[in-house]
């Protein structure tokens, strides 16, 4: 969840996951090493001093860190890190980057991209050598003009083979240009073609609102819509385009009569907690202003300052009055889940399920329950952004226990020889449609499985893992 507020820094709560995240490190060798001691000193305070007010796990900061360290590790080491063992309550999701205007264009879904997102696997169990699968391909981006579809396979970049060694540095490292080496499928082996695409990364705005469609199967009107990130409007906008083009989706399933409906997160890490909302709010069942999605809670220093100035509304974000709602028609809603449905993705099941059914069909999601909060500062001196969880989230009926990911309602994993997202053969939309129609009349494709050993994708690193983001514009706290 991000929150914008006014320290001296603005804040976003966002619920986000680290994972994969490395910090671009700049040359250092012409400073001089006292100049930057300072400078790392100077930053170091700023961290430490949002942190010991905004932080979930203040009381658990040290009480002297290193203020020497370089920023990313001295965030490091102020964090009550978990472990399985001995913090299994610990924060698995607090991140910091070096350059804010990029955190902040990501929130929003703007970034250097070829335009495709892909997941990786180890080529076979017990390798070190890496494919990267293509899961979806954004429209009019660089990748889908090089003829990149959902599906492809690709083994090799600029030459070389992906392995479990280099595949950081092949696919994440920022470049521009890539050479795109294929394989393909062949009697359950991955097979290297001699086939390669080039692609140019560019600055590119995704559109959250992948596809969406109507299926009509005897009596059931069925609406299908595929979400990837819960964005309002894009960078540097501060209308609502986004939400607004899912309002229109919804008044078109109300108007064409949808009574069932399949949410697809699959590849939806999160984002703002207004879109989360006005999404929950257009399925809702029996829901208006006066029913709670959820509450959240703060840390005990800041929470009496936030009660005393705003009141216990503060911590409660309630449904919206929506006349695209389609709740009315509804009994259930079926959501598509792997492990990168998170964050506000996993608060829409959370949120929806104290008001009517909520069925998963997938793997289980990443489980994110708490959220997080974009600082940066608003003087421009310090050029990092910090993304520390602040604050836990419970659904009306104060459940939160989702930390392990929901597990799926009905099991069914992504296949290795992947069909178009919206198609009725590819394998979690067509389970969906067999759970609403009982029969099989969208008959089951028979998929080959995929065994592969996963070491995860491109929308955990590029989002980590997950934001829910609620946005606030007033809230100017003093010292507390």
């Not at 102020?78 to 264009?105: H, K, M, Q, V």
């Not at 001699?194 to 005897?218: C, E, H, K, M, W």
């Not at 989230?393 to 009905?410: I, R």
Request: charged share 20%; aromatic share 10%; proline share 5%.
């Amino acid at each position: 969840m991000i929150p914008k507020l006014h320290k001296p820094a603005w804040l976003s709560l966002a619920l986000l996951s680290v994972w994969l995240l490395s910090s671009c490190k700049k040359d250092t060798d012409m400073v001089d090493p006292a100049t930057k001691s300072s400078e790392n000193q100077t930053i170091n305070n700023w961290i430490l001093e949002n942190m010991r007010d905004y932080y979930y796990w203040n009381d658990k900061i040290p009480t002297n860190p290193a203020v020497t360290l370089a920023p990313s590790d001295f965030f490091d080491s102020i964090l009550y890190s978990y472990d399985a063992t001995s913090r299994p309550d610990g924060d698995r999701f607090s991140w910091i980057e070096e350059n804010a205007d990029e955190l902040s264009a990501s929130l929003s879904g703007e970034s250097k991209t070829t335009g495709m997102e892909f997941m990786l696997y180890l080529r076979a169990q017990g390798s070190t050598s890496v494919i990267a699968q293509v899961l979806y391909v954004l429209p009019n981006s660089p990748a889908e003009k090089a003829g990149f579809k959902r599906g492809d396979i690709i083994s090799q970049v600029n030459g070389q083979g992906i392995t479990t060694s280099n595949y950081a540095s092949l696919l994440y490292s920022g470049q521009t240009n890539y050479s795109f080496g294929l394989a393909t499928v062949q009697n359950g082996a991955i097979v290297d073609t001699d086939l390669t695409r080039a692609v140019t990364a560019t600055v590119l705005q995704a559109n959250p609102v992948f596809l969406d469609s109507i299926y009509t199967v005897g009596s059931k009107t069925v609406g299908y819509l595929v979400y990837n990130q819960f964005v309002p409007a894009p960078n540097n906008s501060n209308g609502s385009e986004y939400d607004d083009q899912v309002d229109a989706i919804f008044g078109q399933f109300k108007a064409k009569g949808v009574n069932e409906l399949v949410l697809d997160l699959r590849y939806n890490p999160g984002g703002y907690t207004s879109s989360s909302a006005n999404l929950a709010s257009l399925m809702g069942k029996g829901i208006d202003n006066s029913k709670i999605y959820f509450r959240e809670e703060w840390n005990s220093t800041l929470t009496p300052y936030l009660k005393q100035q705003y009141g216990d509304e503060f911590f409660v974000q309630r449904f919206l009055n929506k006349s695209q709602n389609i709740g009315s028609n509804l009994q259930r809603v079926f959501v598509l889940t792997t492990d990168g449905t998170a964050s506000s993705s996993e608060l829409i099941i959370n949120g929806l399920r104290p008001y009517m059914t909520v069925t998963t069909i997938g793997t289980t999601t990443h489980g994110k329950n708490v959220g997080s909060i974009t600082i940066v500062d608003d003087s421009g001196k310090i050029k990092w952004g910090m993304q520390p969880i602040v604050f836990k989230s419970f659904n009306s009926l104060g459940q939160s226990d989702y930390s392990g990911g929901f597990a799926p309602n009905v099991e069914v994993e992504e296949p290795i020889n992947l069909q178009p997202l919206g198609d009725v053969q590819e394998a979690l939309l067509n389970e969906a449609l067999y759970q609403i129609t009982g029969n099989r009349l969208a008959r089951r494709a028979v998929a080959e499985p995929n065994r592969l050993p996963a070491l995860g994708s491109s929308i955990q690193h590029r989002a980590n893992g997950g934001r829910m983001i609620k946005t606030l514009s007033t809230f100017k706290p003093s010292k507390f």
